[in-house]
């Protein structure tokens, strides 16, 4: 198996290559170059086996670089301890069709954990494939969660560095508290002048660089990335999916070849890709619904064909879906438009000269069939929140909420009842001034006077992670302008490897 990138068809790296290099050095995102189909009966054979079994499977259809043994060491280093629970992804039922996938039981509390308590684990056995010696600077644009997760996750891992730069207005105050605490010898945290996008855009320039990566191999070392276009990310993510499935078939809450639908609330598109991936392997997905904020660039270029960042920014109760240019939504394009890389290449130089491109009438007829979409704002939201509290005394997070809300008015809507799985991305925990509002009207200044509020109400404890930020001072201070962010890189890496 070989990964291309999305600007250039020709280039064809094996995967410990493509997860060393994050990004590839056209701009583009790394791709399968074939997405690897399950097996006849293999759903139900996966359904028997333990989740990190389940990810050793799936890793090794696209990872064929790797022994099956180095698959499962790194599942097991991954998911075994670092999670609540043996199973690292419940499923809680509400109602009769609706299967909320509970992704957050990790160490940071979101679902970004799946994939950054893992990919540290990639990586470093990827640097001893390559064998060149380097050390990796992990470089990060974090809309809030990702940061977090990613420094957990690379935390003291030997041959590694990690610079998180995060919005310094678009964060939660928990989100903002979780990284600056963070500890560990070889981590960095910033926080930057601007909102996410900025944010982004700045690393992406950093990292494609001439004269800042020059500099970084003359010290012995190079840039990878923890953001979501690193496919280190995307195949965890496509392991849950489907695992998600065989345990719903496992359970006998469907029979075999059942189609389900998967509605996830989006920002990046990492996410949801996912479980595009899953269902272009054979997972009987149905509809991928996309839920979006009021940032809804996704809702309008699904419904239209049109992406056109050209719009208001808003800052929302969902913080980390608060994104107008989705990243991983290039890949999608490479797989709608034939893989024709020049295409994507001009869409991508459109996005970044004039803030849009449009697609032709038939892939968006594709995404229209696949890809329902809907958006919601905070209200709403808020009031799906009490609503899924009151009738099933169930508490989910702000960004949770904006998929249930969607999927409930997609349903209305069309009448379609097919079982759902919805991605429920985060604690509650996360966001609790804004959950405690939803489901008593109350509004707290404070995180942890909010969070002690929610407890007393609901019975459900704040994971103790979350809990002791309290009590901890910020390490990490630093506020500077997106000019500043290059300069900020090269004195932080500014040492011998
Ligand atoms: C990152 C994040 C999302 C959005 O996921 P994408 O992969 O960026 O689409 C949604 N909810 C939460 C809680 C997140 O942390």
């Known amino acids: 198996m070989k990964f291309q990138s999305t600007r250039n068809k020709d280039l064809r790296l094996d995967s410990a290559e493509t997860i060393i290099r994050g990004l590839s050095d056209d701009g583009g995102l790394f791709v399968p170059v074939e997405i690897p189909m399950l097996e006849k009966g293999e759903i139900a054979e996966l359904s028997k086996l333990d989740y990190c079994e389940r990810a050793k499977r799936i890793f090794a259809k696209y990872m064929t670089d790797f022994s099956k043994d180095e698959l499962l060491e790194c599942a097991k280093n991954a998911y075994i301890g670092n999670f609540e629970d043996d199973t690292p992804t419940p499923i809680v039922k509400l109602g009769e069709s609706t299967y909320m996938l509970e992704l957050w039981h990790g160490p940071t509390c979101a679902f970004k954990d799946m994939a950054l308590q893992i990919l540290p684990h990639f990586l470093v056995k990827s640097a001893e494939k390559a064998g060149d010696g380097k050390k990796t600077v992990i470089l990060t644009a974090t809309s809030g969660d990702t940061g977090k997760a990613a420094l957990e996750g690379f935390c003291d891992v030997d041959g590694t560095e990690i610079i998180v730069f995060y919005p310094q207005n678009g964060v939660s105050k928990i989100q903002q508290l979780q990284m600056q605490t963070q500890k560990g010898k070889n981590v960095t945290v910033c926080g930057v002048m601007g909102n996410f996008?900025?944010?982004?855009?700045?690393?992406?320039?950093?990292?494609?660089?001439?004269?800042?990566?020059?500099?970084?191999?003359?010290?012995?070392?190079?840039?990878?990335?923890?953001?979501?276009?690193?496919?280190?990310?995307?195949?965890?993510?496509?392991?849950?999916?489907?695992?998600a499935y065989a345990d719903l078939l496992k359970n006998g809450e469907i029979a075999e070849g059942e189609t389900v639908n998967v509605t996830v609330p989006t920002g990046n598109f990492g996410n949801i890709l996912a479980a595009y991936y899953a269902k272009r392997m054979g997972v009987p997905f149905g509809k991928l619904i996309c839920a979006s904020n009021a940032n809804n660039v996704l809702t309008e270029f699904l419904s239209t064909g049109g992406y056109n960042i050209n719009r208001n920014f808003y800052l929302t109760e969902s913080p980390s879906m608060d994104i107008l240019v989705s990243s991983n939504l290039e890949r999608l394009l490479f797989e709608l438009c034939g893989k024709d890389d020049e295409?994507?290449?001009?869409?991508?130089?459109?996005?970044?000269?004039?803030?849009?491109?449009?697609?032709?009438?038939?892939?968006?007829?594709?995404?229209?069939?696949?890809?329902?979409?809907?958006?919601?704002?905070?209200?709403?939201?808020?009031?799906?929140?009490?609503?899924?509290?009151?009738?099933?005394?169930?508490?989910?997070?702000?960004?949770?909420?904006?998929?249930?809300?969607?999927?409930?008015?997609?349903?209305?809507?069309?009448?379609?009842?097919?079982?759902?799985?919805?991605?429920?991305?985060?604690?509650?925990?996360?966001?609790?001034?804004?959950?405690?509002?939803?489901i008593s009207g109350k509004n707290y200044r404070n995180d942890f006077n909010a969070a002690k509020e929610l407890e007393r109400i609901s019975g459900l404890p704040m994971p103790e992670q979350l809990r002791s930020l309290a009590k901890k001072e910020p390490r990490f201070t630093s506020v500077c302008k997106r000019e500043e962010m290059a300069d900020f890189v090269l004195s932080t890496v500014g040492g011998e490897g």
């Open 343 to 438: 295409y994507v290449s001009a869409a991508m130089e459109s996005l970044y000269e004039h803030g849009e491109y449009y697609i032709t009438d038939e892939m968006l007829a594709y995404l229209r069939e696949n890809f329902p979409a809907g958006y919601t704002d905070d209200k709403s939201a808020r009031n799906r929140i009490k609503i899924l509290f009151d009738e099933y005394s169930y508490l989910c997070d702000t960004h949770t909420a904006v998929a249930v809300e969607v999927y409930e008015k997609y349903r209305e809507k069309t009448g379609d009842n097919t079982k759902t799985i919805i991605a429920s991305t985060a604690s509650p925990y996360k966001f609790p001034r804004a959950v405690l509002k939803a």
């Open 197 to 243: 996008d900025d944010t982004q855009t700045a690393v992406k320039s950093i990292f494609t660089d001439e004269n800042i990566r020059a500099e970084l191999a003359g010290k012995g070392k190079r840039f990878s990335s923890a953001n979501s276009i690193n496919v280190g990310r995307l195949l965890p993510q496509i392991v849950y999916y489907i695992s």
